[in-house]
T-cell receptor
Framework: ETGVTQTPRHLVMGMTNKKSLKCEQHLGHNAMYWYKQSAKKPLELMFVYNFKEQTENNSVPSRFSPECPNSSHLFLHLHTLQPEDSALYLC??????????????FGAGTRLSVL | AQKITQTQPGMFVQEKEAVTLDCTYDTSDPSYGLFWYKQPSSGEMIFLIYQGSYDQQNATEGRYSLNFQKARKSANLVISASQLGDSAMYFCAMTVKSSGGSYIPTFGRGTSLIVHP
C-alpha cells in the first residue's frame, strides 16, 4: 500500500459541477503538494502546504480551491472547471526538513476529464 | 528562475544494457538538490536518486547512478543492466529555496524509456 493515497482515481465532470479530490498521507510528513500534469507539459506545481499553512500558490485560478485540515489530509475543491483543466492531478508529501534534499512521495493521481 | 532541460523525448535500450538519460539545469542559487523520478504508466511518481549541489561524489542507488558534472550543470541518470520493468517516463527535477522558505522542485519535461527484450 502506498504511503500517499489519492481518491478518486478517475473523475469525469461537467463544467458546472462541483467536485473534490482527496489526498491522504501516512508517512508522518508535514508538507503536502498539489501538482497538475498535462500532456506535453512539464509537471506544474499548484499549491504547497507546510504544517497546514499554505506557503505557495503558483497563480492558480480560483476555480481550484485547496484545503488542508491537518498535516495528513489535503483536498482540492473544483468548481466551474474548463475543458483545458483536464489532466492528471498528483498529490505529494515530504518531510520538508532536509533542505534541498526535499524528497517528495507521490500518490497515484486522479485522472480528471472535464466535459 | 530555475530551469530543467531534458532533451531526449524518447529513448530505447536493449534489456541488460546500460542507458543514460540526459538532464541539464540552470540556477543561480549555490545550494540546490537534483532528483530523478520514475513514472510508470500507472501514474505514480517514484523517487529514484538524489544529488546535493555540495556533494563531492556521484550518487548511486542500486542500478541507478547520477553523473553529476557541476561545471557543465548536468545531472545525467545512468541505469545499468536495464530491465523490462524500467520502461517508464523519467523526470529530472531540481529544488532550490523559494521566497516562501520552502524547497520547491522544478521538473523537466521527461524522457520516455522503452526497454526491448
Amino acid at each position: 500500500e502506498t504511503g500517499v493515497t489519492q481518491t478518486p482515481r478517475h473523475l469525469v465532470m461537467g463544467m458546472t459541477n462541483k467536485k473534490s479530490l482527496k489526498c491522504e498521507q501516512h508517512l508522518g510528513h508535514n508538507a503536502m503538494y498539489w501538482y497538475k500534469q498535462s500532456a506535453k507539459k512539464p509537471l506544474e506545481l499548484m499549491f504547497v502546504y507546510n504544517f497546514k499553512e499554505q506557503t505557495e500558490n503558483n497563480s492558480v485560478p480560483s476555480r481550484f480551491s485547496p484545503e488542508c485540515p491537518n498535516s495528513s489530509h489535503l483536498f482540492l475543491h473544483l468548481h466551474t472547471l474548463q475543458p483545458e483543466d483536464s489532466a492528471l492531478y498528483l498529490c505529494a508529501s515530504s518531510g520538508n526538513r532536509g533542505g534541498a534534499k526535499n524528497i517528495q512521495y507521490f500518490g497515484a493521481g486522479t485522472r480528471l476529464s472535464v466535459l | 528562475a530555475q530551469k530543467i532541460t531534458q532533451t531526449q523525448p524518447g529513448m530505447f535500450v536493449q534489456e541488460k544494457e546500460a542507458v543514460t538519460l540526459d538532464c541539464t539545469y540552470d540556477t543561480s542559487d549555490p545550494s540546490y538538490g537534483l532528483f530523478w523520478y520514475k513514472q510508470p504508466s500507472s501514474g505514480e511518481m517514484i523517487f529514484l536518486i538524489y544529488q546535493g549541489s555540495y556533494d563531492q561524489q556521484n550518487a548511486t542507488e542500486g542500478r541507478y547512478s547520477l553523473n553529476f558534472q557541476k561545471a557543465r550543470k548536468s545531472a545525467n541518470l545512468v541505469i545499468s543492466a536495464s530491465q523490462l520493468g524500467d520502461s517508464a517516463m523519467y523526470f529530472c527535477a531540481m529544488t532550490v529555496k523559494s521566497s516562501g522558505g520552502s524547497y520547491i522542485p522544478t521538473f523537466g519535461r521527461g524522457t520516455s524509456l522503452i526497454v526491448h527484450p
